[in-house]
Antibody, heavy 118, light 102 residues
Framework: QVQLVQSGAEVKKPGASVKVSCKTS????????IHWVRQAPGQGLEWMGW????????NFVQKFRDRVTVTRDTSISTAYMELNRLTSDDTAVYYC???????????WGQGTPVTVSS | EIVLTQSPATLSLSPGERATLSCRAS??????LAWYQQKPGQPPRLLIY???NRATGIPARFSGSGSGTGFTLTISALEPDDFAIYYC????FGGGTKVEIK
């Protein structure tokens, strides 16, 4: 079955970087985009951007573009999202999600809590 | 950018009652709208796509309708497992509606 398994919780200081991994299984990795969505404590879902798992092309919301790096390793069916220059506003649970087509997220990772605190 | 506005923010109902959730888009999205359910500590789950199609494994008590700028998610008779937060999505997400036990 389709599975997305994310890396564990992180605690970072302001100004640091965090890298979250999303290991997939149960389907052809290069056949689907991976999206990244975050959720601040007690808040709603915020779509961040996507990576084309085949070409490696990416598209992220303007507010993240200058400090996010998203990559993938097709040999191990894993996507990565690195967010730089962290602030307390980046404290959130970060999710990866598979796009089955048409921006429909049919499988999700379990979420990676990231806490930014001095 | 299309903005999705959900209402009400909170819906207080009892098990067995009918829930009606609304999602309004700032401009027409045709039928390209999805609904997700999220329970505490869990990732969202896809319920409805293309406004009215149930995703795999979703019970028939969940139904979606609408097109253009106005959409509705209906839960015909709430079960205890249905109390959760519901989000509409067309690329970005709406702010969510919490369905809580009255």
């Amino acid at each position: 079955q389709v599975q997305l398994v994310q890396s564990g919780a992180e605690v970072k200081k302001p100004g640091a970087s965090v890298k979250v991994s999303c290991k997939t299984s149960g389907y052809t990795f290069t056949g689907y985009y991976i999206h990244w969505v975050r959720q601040a404590p007690g808040q709603g879902l915020e779509w961040m951007g996507w990576i084309n798992s085949n070409s490696g092309g990416t598209n992220f919301v303007q507010k993240f573009r200058d400090r996010v790096t998203v990559t993938r390793d097709t040999s191990i069916s894993t996507a990565y999202m690195e967010l730089n220059r962290l602030t307390s506003d980046d404290t959130a649970v970060y999710y990866c999600a598979r796009d089955r087509g048409g921006w429909l997220f049919d499988s999700w990772g379990q979420g990676t809590p990231v806490t930014v605190s001095s | 950018e299309i903005v999705l506005t959900q209402s009400p923010a909170t819906l207080s109902l009892s098990p067995g009652e009918r829930a009606t959730l609304s999602c309004r888009a700032s401009q027409s999205v045709s039928s390209s709208l999805a609904w997700y359910q999220q329970k505490p500590g869990q990732p969202p789950r896809l319920l409805i796509y293309d406004a009215s199609n149930r995703a795999t494994g979703i019970p028939a008590r969940f139904s979606g309708s609408g097109s253009g700028t106005g959409f509705t998610l209906t839960i015909s008779a709430l079960e205890p497992d249905d109390f959760a937060i519901y989000y509409c999505q067309q690329r970005t997400f709406g702010g969510g509606t919490k369905v809580e036990i009255k």
